[in-house]
C-alpha cells in the first residue's frame, strides 16, 4: 500500500499545538505516558494469551526498551506487546476518536496553574500526543499480535500525519521521538541523557511490572553518568509490586507515583488503604482516595478504578465487581492468588469469593472515611466535597452498607453557614419536644435557605438539613428514619408548629379556621386543576403562599428526574397553604366575604398560585399569562 497522508480532527490539530508548544512545565511526564502506554499494551497481549490458545504471540520475553541515538538524537519507546492494526492506528493515534479530546481542551482551560494541566495529559489518554512537547516528529511502528502486516504513521504535528502499510514490523509498537534542542531555560531537557533518562524511569516507572530495559550503545554509563561504549542491557526499574509489600518497606512517594500510574491524575491521593486477607481464600490490595472527583464520575460509561490482578497477573482493568457503584472513584489493585487466569467479567459478578472480597472492600474503605472524618475533620471535609454526593447512592443501592456509610455521610444545616452536621449530632442538639428529623431539598443551598418552607422553622429556630444534591430526593425515601426519628421534608404533609412559641389559644386557632373556611373552599374549586386543595398554614410567617405535597407524594424534582430517565409519571396536584397573617392573604378574605362579583378574586388566586410557584423556583404553568396579570395589576396601581 502507497503512504497516504490525512488531515487531523480540528481538535486533534488544536491539542498538537498545545503540546508543541510547550503549556505544560514538567516535561518529563512524556515517558512517564508512553512507558504507561507500552506497560498496558503488554498486559493486554498477555491476557490475550491466556485466553486464546492459538494466538500466533511471542511472549517469551516481554518487556519494554528505551534506546537513545545520541548522533540522531532520536529516543525511541519500544514494547513487544498486543500492537496494533492498520485501522486502528488510524482510530486511535489519528483522530483522537475515544480520548475525550474536547473535555480535555475545556478542562485546560480551567485548570488554575501548570501543575493542574499536566495531570490532564493521562487523565484524559492523550498520553501518546505528549511526545510532541519534546520532538519536532514523532513516528510509530507497530505490528498487532497475530496479524503479518505492520504500520507505520508519522507526523511533525503541523496538522497532517501519514499512513503506510509496511511488511518487515515487530511485533509489539515502538515510537521514535526525533527530539528538540535541549532548553533548560522552557524546562526542556537533553532527552539523549542516560542519566536523565534513568532519573524519569526511577521517578515514575519503578513499580511498572515489566522490566524497563535501556539498551544500544549508549547505555553505559561512565563516571561522569553519561554513555560509555556498548553494554548489556540495562534493567532500569524494581518492578516490586507495592501491594505484596509491607507498608513499612514503601515510602509514601512510591504509594503516590503508582496512584499517578493506575489513576492518571497529577495529584496525590486524599487516602492511602492497604489490605492483606489470608486463609481460605487469599487476596492483597491496595486502594487510593483520590483528592478530586473526575469530570466524568456521573456519565454512564464512567470507568471503574480497580484492576484485577490474579498471582501478580494482570487480568483485567476498571473492575467494577470488587466495589459497589458508589464507591467507583475508589483507584487501586488487587491481587487474588485463588482465581482462574481465564476469569471473565460474568463469571467475577456471580463468583462467592468475588463477593466476598467486595463486601471486605466496602468495610475497609467506609472505615478509612470514618478514621477521616473523626481524626482529620480537614481531609474528610475535602473527601464530602468531592464524593459525598457519589456516597450517599449507597444509601438507596446498598442495604447491606447503609448504616456504615451514613455513619460517615454529613449535611449542610441551617445550625451554621459553614461546615456540615450528622445525623447523629443532629439528634443530640434536638430540643425537647421535637420527635422527627427536619430536611428540605432543592437545587442550590441559597435556593433551599431562602424557601418559603423554612420560614417558621427558622423563626422557632428549629434545625433542617439543607440536601441539594439530586439523589437527596431518593435516598431521604429509602432510609426513612434516623434512631427511630422519622425523616421529615419541612415541603411535604402537615406540619403543626402552632404548639412551639404560639400565645394563640385552641379557640383562636379554630376561629381563624372559620373565618378563612369560604375563601379556601372557593379557591380550591378556582384552582382545582392544579391544586388537590388549599388550607392555612403553619410553617410561613413572611410569605403569602407556598406549596406543599402529601406526605407520600413525588416531589416536583423527582418528577422532573423520572422523566429525564424516560420514565413517564403523572402530574402531582400539590397542597396550596396560605398565611392568613399576611396582609394579601387578609385583604383576599375580606374582599371574598364583601363581594359578590369574585372575577377580580380569581385573578388574585390565579397570581397567588403563581407566585407560590416561583418562590420554589419553579415556572407558572402559562408565563405569558401571569406577565399579563402581573402587568395589568401594576398599571392598575399607579
Known amino acids: 500500500m502507497p503512504t497516504e497522508t490525512f488531515e487531523f480532527q480540528v481538535e486533534a490539530r488544536q491539542l498538537l499545538q498545545l503540546m508543541i508548544h510547550s503549556v505544560y512545565s514538567n516535561k518529563d511526564v512524556f515517558l512517564r505516558e508512553l512507558v504507561s502506554n507500552a506497560s498496558d499494551a503488554l498486559d493486554k497481549l498477555r491476557l490475550a494469551a491466556l485466553r486464546d490458545d492459538t494466538l500466533d504471540a511471542d511472549v517469551s520475553d516481554l518487556h519494554i526498551e528505551l534506546e537513545i541515538d545520541r548522533d540522531a538524537r532520536t529516543l525511541t519507546v519500544r514494547d513487544n506487546g498486543i500492537g496494533m492494526s492498520y485501522d486502528e492506528v488510524g482510530q486511535l493515534i489519528g483522530t483522537i476518536a475515544n480520548s475525550g479530546t474536547a473535555e480535555f481542551l475545556r478542562e485546560l482551560k480551567e485548570a488554575q496553574d501548570a501543575a493542574g494541566a499536566e495531570g490532564l495529559i493521562g487523565q484524559f489518554g492523550v498520553g501518546f500526543y505528549s511526545g510532541f512537547m519534546v520532538a519536532d516528529e514523532v513516528t510509530l511502528l507497530t ?16 496538522g497532517t500525519y501519514t499512513l503506510e502499510a509496511v511488511d518487515d514490523a515487530p511485533q509489539g509498537t515502538s515510537v521514535t521521538l526525533h527530539l528538540k534542542p535541549a532548553d533548560p531555560d522552557n524546562q526542556l531537557h537533553d532527552y539523549t541523557s542516560v542519566w536523565k533518562i ?8 519503578d513499580f511498572i511490572t515489566w522490566p ?13 553518568g553519561e554513555d560509555g561504549g556498548a553494554a548489556e542491557p540495562e534493567t532500569l526499574n524494581s518492578m516490586k509490586a507495592l501491594w505484596a509489600r509491607s507498608r513499612e518497606e ?4 512510591e504509594y503516590h507515583e503508582l496512584y499517578k500510574h493506575i489513576g492518571h491524575d497529577w495529584r496525590e491521593p486524599l487516602e492511602t488503604i492497604q489490605l492483606q486477607a489470608e486463609g481460605t481464600f487469599e487476596y492483597q490490595a491496595l486502594l487510593f482516595v483520590p483528592s478530586h472527583a473526575p469530570h466524568d464520575l456521573f456519565n454512564q460509561n464512567f470507568r471503574h478504578g480497580l484492576q484485577l490482578y490474579v498471582k501478580r497477573v494482570f487480568i483485567m482493568d476498571d473492575c467494577e465487581a470488587l466495589l459497589p457503584s458508589y464507591l467507583r472513584f475508589v483507584k487501586g489493585v488487587v491481587d487474588a492468588q485463588d482465581l482462574s487466569l481465564n476469569v471473565s467479567r460474568e463469571i467475577l459478578q456471580q463468583d462467592r469469593h ?11 474503605v467506609l472505615a478509612s472515611v470514618k478514621s ?7 481531609r474528610y471535609a475535602t473527601f464530602w466535597r468531592e464524593f459525598g454526593a457519589v456516597l450517599k447512592e449507597g444509601l438507596v443501592t446498598d442495604p447491606d452498607h447503609r448504616d456504615a456509610v451514613l455513619a460517615v455521610a454529613s449535611f449542610a444545616s441551617t445550625h451554621g453557614d459553614d461546615g456540615t452536621v450528622t445525623l447523629k449530632q443532629y439528634v443530640e442538639r434536638m430540643p425537647e419536644g421535637q420527635d422527627d428529623i427536619y430536611y428540605l431539598t432543592g437545587e442550590s443551598r441559597e435556593s433551599v435557605d431562602s424557601s418559603p418552607h423554612m420560614e417558621a422553622f427558622r423563626e422557632r429556630g428549629i434545625e433542617v438539613l439543607l440536601l441539594t444534591d439530586p439523589v437527596d430526593e431518593v435516598w431521604t425515601d429509602a432510609v426513612g428514619e434516623y434512631e427511630g426519628r422519622r425523616l421529615r421534608s419541612v415541603a411535604k404533609g402537615e406540619i403543626d408548629l402552632t404548639a412551639r412559641e404560639d400565645d394563640r389559644s385552641e379557640d383562636e386557632r379554630e376561629k381563624q379556621a372559620e373565618a378563612y373556611a369560604g375563601l379556601l373552599g372557593w379557591m380550591g374549586e378556582r384552582l382545582g386543576e392544579d391544586v388537590k386543595e388549599v388550607r392555612l398554614s403553619t410553617r410561613l410567617t413572611k410569605s403569602p403562599a407556598c406549596l406543599v405535597a402529601d406526605a407520600d407524594d413525588l416531589t416536583p424534582a423527582l418528577e422532573n428526574m423520572y422523566r429525564a430517565m424516560g420514565q413517564e409519571v403523572p402530574r402531582t396536584r400539590r397542597i396550596l397553604e396560605l398565611n392568613p397573617d399576611h396582609a394579601l392573604v387578609k385583604g383576599l378574605n375580606e374582599a371574598y366575604g364583601e363581594r359578590e362579583d369574585r372575577s ?4 388574585t ?3 397567588l398560585y403563581s407566585l407560590a410557584v416561583l418562590a420554589e423556583g419553579g415556572r407558572p404553568k402559562d408565563p405569558a399569562r401571569f406577565v399579563q396579570q402581573m402587568a395589568g395589576r401594576l398599571e392598575r396601581t399607579l
Open 198 to 205: 534513568k532519573e524519569i524511569v526511577k521517578r515514575y516507572s
Open 250 to 253: 514503601v515510602s509514601e512517594e
Open 354 to 364: 468475588i463477593r466476598m472480597m467486595q463486601r471486605r472492600l466496602t468495610k475497609k
Open 212 to 224: 524497563v530495559r535501556l539498551v544500544g550503545e549508549t547505555n553505559g554509563a561512565g563516571e561522569d
Open 372 to 378: 477521616m472524618m473523626t481524626g482529620d475533620a480537614e
Open 600 to 603: 377580580d378574586l380569581t385573578e
Open 605 to 607: 388566586s390565579e397570581l
Open 143 to 158: 505490528r498487532r499480535a497475530g496479524e503479518r502486516q505492520g504500520t507505520r504513521w508519522s507526523s511533525r504535528g503541523e
